[in-house]
């Protein structure tokens, strides 16, 4: 038996095959963020032990979506699009371990195998879904700027049903784009058990980008609507108060985590 080559399934005698490459793993988007804030007991519904709620603004929610490019250190991906390009919107809540605050993704929704497969590495609670965005473009005829005025929208589907819509008209410069999805992460990883006696494998583990760069995050006028679904819970998180809408262009590059706890035996 020759052995096996592959950061990740499937496991083959050459690797060429594997769905995703070793870390290191780079982004390159435009992210357009949604602040608001729900009933504090919907949140804490989605924090498992051994998390707690953020002290401080507790039901604050950020739903974002993403259009991103990404490679691995060859960067071979960006000559083969299909392999680097994808959408996704994820909804990030905070949390507190230890006396620390976290940020930690509850939902999340992308277009690509490969970024799922991603996501089980990292603890994030993948699942397909269909994701648009308007994209800025420096000629007007058929796309905003990033600028005063720009005007750009947002859906997330899932299961053949819109799960959201957003609209945002930027209005000015601001010096983030929001402060929920500003923390590391805190996310749980695990594998169930092939007897169905619980997990085998569950651990909480911490992660955040090892480096990042962003341009200049804008600010504006927000209108977000969330739908009810028969096999999502997004709408749980019904929407009280927005706080903002912002829109920024961002790198980042990820690079492992660490363990905060074992919770298996």
């Given at each position: ?225 969330l739908f009810d679904s028969p096999t999502e819970e997004l709408s749980r998180l019904s929407v009280d108060e927005v706080i903002g809408g912002y829109y920024r262009q961002v790198g980042v590059t990820w690079n ?10």
């Amino acid at each position: 038996m020759g052995q096996q080559q592959g950061f990740f399934y499937p496991r083959t005698a050459t690797g060429q095959a594997s769905l995703i490459p070793s870390p290191p793993w780079s982004y390159s988007g435009d992210l357009l963020t949604v602040e608001y804030r729900t009933d504090p007991a919907r949140v804490a519904e989605l924090l498992p032990e051994p998390l707690s709620l953020a002290e401080e603004d507790p039901g604050a929610v950020a739903l974002i979506w993403a259009d991103w490019q990404s490679c691995s250190s060859s960067r071979e991906e960006l000559l083969d699009p299909v392999r680097s390009q994808y959408k996704e919107c994820f909804v990030v809540v905070r949390c507190s371990f230890e006396g620390r605050t976290y940020s930690r993704c509850v939902y999340i929704w992308v277009d690509k195998d490969f970024a799922i497969l991603r996501g089980l590495h990292q603890g994030y609670p993948k699942k397909l879904g269909s994701m648009w965005q308007t994209r800025p473009h420096p000629f007007a005829q058929a796309a905003p700027q990033i600028a005063v005025g720009g005007v750009f929208g947002a859906t997330l589907a899932a299961g053949d049903r819109r799960l959201a819509e957003a609209v945002l008209t930027l209005r000015e410069e601001v010096p983030s784009n929001g402060f929920v999805n500003g923390h590391p992460m805190a996310h749980h990883r695990v594998y169930p058990s092939i007897d169905g006696r619980g997990d085998a494998y569950a651990e909480l583990i911490e992660s955040a980008g090892a480096s990042f760069e962003g341009g200049p995050a804008w600010s504006g006028d927000v209108e977000l609507r969330l739908f009810d679904s028969p096999t999502e819970e997004l709408s749980r998180l019904s929407v009280d108060e927005v706080i903002g809408g912002y829109y920024r262009q961002v790198g980042v590059t990820w690079n492992g985590g660490r363990t905060l706890a074992k919770l298996s035996e």
